[in-house]
Every structure is written in C-alpha cells, then in structure tokens.
C-alpha cells in the first residue's frame, strides 16, 4: 500500500493528516462528557495522545484511516472521519469500518454524513473493497442516523455484544450496519 492519502476533500470539509496543533482539542473532545457518551470513558490527554499516535501509524501503514477534519475557510479541527479496519473478532469481520468522532459545535450541520460519504468512496473506488461497515451502541441514535444518511442498512440479526465492553451492560449491545459497493452502484450514491 502506498504512503497514506494525504487528504480528501468535499464541498465544505477537509479530511487530512494530523497536526501536532491538533492535539490540544482532540484531547478536549475526548475529554467532553456528551461527545463520549457512547463510549465507556472520557480519555486523559496522555491516552488521547496515544490514540493520535496510533491512528497516524495506521495512516502510514494502510493508506488511509481516521483523518483529522477541518471545515473549509472556518474550524481548523472538528474531530475525525475515516475508514478503519475492525480491531477485533465478530460474526462480521475481517471488515473495514467507516466512523467520525466531532466536536459538539460540528453536530447537526451534516459534516459526518458528508466526510464519511468520501470515506466511503475512497473505499469502494480506490481500496476497492466489497463492503464497509459501521457500529455503534443501541443508544447512539444520531450515529445510527448518520449510518442511514450514508445508505447503510441494518438487520437486527447482525447486532451484537461488543467484545471489547464484556463488563459494561450500557454499552456493550450494538448495532451493525452495511454498505456494499454494489449497493452505492444501484442506489446512484457513488
């Protein structure tokens, strides 16, 4: 795999590598108690760091992953958007997951939906994958709408207990949904 694209690009965001300027509001977002409602907990700066670290080493590795976002002419981070391979075994994987995490201010204005479309492009057009994935908690219910915007589909019989939560009854149920490229192909998204 080549060295990592270095950014996409739509209408209104800018999907790119990480700054060392980034790191200082990474760690807030991951520090803000509504923007990690759905995870099992706020991280320290020291492990939001880390997490910067990793996710630029898979960048490097993959040729894509979780980039840093910024709007055009406005915000220069709000979060990241991108494609990851599933970290662990499920009825699923092996698969490649398409996630966002944003700041608070960025919620509402379609920025998800819209970096994650061109996620899922790079996927099917350039990685040439056959299907990308997305997950999240029961309870998530505006990443669960996000997934719909981008054409994702979900059966309940694919939902499940994530492995990496055994001990958190809140958030260990979730739910699964599915794109393939040949469904983008039909529905006319790609």
């Known amino acids: 795999m080549p060295s990592a694209q270095p950014e996409l690009a739509t209408e209104r965001l800018v999907l790119r590598r990480w700054r060392e300027a980034d790191r200082e509001p990474f760690a807030a977002l991951n520090a803000d108690p509504a923007v990690m409602e759905h995870f099992p907990a706020l991280l320290t700066r020291a492990e939001s760091d880390a997490f910067v670290d990793r996710i630029e080493e898979k960048l490097e590795a993959n040729g894509y992953g979780l980039w840093a976002v910024q709007v055009r002419g406005g915000d220069d981070f709000i979060g990241f958007i991108g494609l990851n391979p599933v970290p662990f075994e499920a009825h699923f994987t092996p698969a490649l997951e398409v996630g966002w995490r ?40 505006r990443s669960q709408a996000v997934m719909r915007r981008l054409g994702m589909t979900h059966d309940p019989s694919d939902d499940f207990d994530h492995p990496q ?9 979730h739910v699964l949904y599915r794109i393939a490229r040949v469904d983008r192909v039909v529905s006319g998204r790609q």
């Open 165 to 173: 939560l055994p001990d958190d009854d809140r958030l260990r149920r």
């Open 102 to 141: 944003l700041t608070r201010t960025a919620w509402g204005h379609g920025y998800a939906t819209e970096g994650g479309a061109a996620a899922l492009q790079l996927a099917f057009e350039s990685l040439a994958v056959d299907e990308v994935v997305s997950f999240t908690s029961t309870t998530n219910v």
